[in-house]
């Protein structure tokens, strides 16, 4: 019983999210809940850093054929413990942003609330007719350290992933 109330008790999902238009960038609001399996925070206090995908995509449907991707971005955040210092580095790899933080809990919060960071786009492009925006969140595997890649492809406490939260475009 006790496996299962742990399985249950992580995975990542994004809350909310959306997309607002400015002349040359959309500006991504969202919250991400993150929570860790005992295996990945295991590694991360053993100092194994991190990798989190933010992935935001403007989607038209299509009949006959998946959907197809208009526009799409996808943003990197790395965590790392530093067990030394005892504090939890926080680094947005796109904007080259870093915070530090005491406890765990402090560092994932901060993780998952994203406000207005800027996504650029062609000054005039537009997104298609009926189209719709997605963003989930993932664990990046392909970023580990190479020993902990293979293992971490088959188990399950390792693939972390938000299902998509959708909503559709106004333009």
Do not use: C
């Not at 194994?48 to 449907?61: A, N």
């Not at 189209?131 to 293979?150: D, F, G, H, Q, T």
């Not at 399950?156 to 938000?162: A, I, M, Q, Y």
């Amino acid at each position: 019983m006790g496996a299962l109330l742990a399985a249950e008790d992580y995975g990542f999902e994004v809350r909310q999210a959306r997309l607002l238009r400015h002349s040359d960038a959309f500006a991504l609001t969202a919250r991400i809940d993150y929570r860790f399996s005992p295996a990945v925070i295991d590694a991360l206090e053993a100092g194994v850093p991190l990798t989190l995908t933010v992935k935001t995509r403007i989607r038209q449907p299509r009949f006959w054929w998946w959907d197809s991707i208009a526009w799409r971005r996808d943003l990197d955040f790395r965590i790392q413990y530093y067990p030394l210092a005892k504090v939890y580095r926080v680094i947005d790899e796109s904007n080259d942003f870093q915070r530090s933080f005491a406890q765990l809990n402090a560092a994932l919060e901060a993780l998952g609330d994203l406000q207005q960071i800027a996504l650029p786009v062609a000054e005039n492009w537009r997104p298609p007719r009926s189209s719709y925006a997605e963003v989930m969140a993932k664990l990046n595997l392909e970023r580990l350290p190479w020993a902990l890649r293979v293992p971490a492809y088959f188990s399950r406490e390792w693939r972390l992933r938000s299902p998509p939260y959708r909503w559709p475009l106004s333009d």
